[in-house]
């Protein structure tokens, strides 16, 4: 399923607003890309104390913005 699907499935009891939709889906994508973009730059220390592995950091750093 993809994310404007899983926003739309999640807020059926709101009328559709395909603007509000579209900024929640974007402000999504722009936080995963500063999440990423973090992980990509963080130290051995840094991932150890939100516990991840160097292996899943680079899994989840190397996703496109649009993955979850």
Not at 42 to 65: M, T
């Amino acid at each position: 399923m993809t994310d404007i699907t899983d926003y739309i499935r999640l807020h059926r009891t709101e009328p559709f607003r395909p603007v509000a939709t579209a900024q929640a889906l974007f402000r999504l994508w722009h936080r995963r890309t500063r999440s990423r973009a973090f992980l990509q730059r963080a130290s051995r220390h840094e991932l150890a104390d939100i516990g991840l592995s160097p292996w899943q950091c680079q899994a989840e750093a190397n996703k496109p913005f649009w993955r979850g």
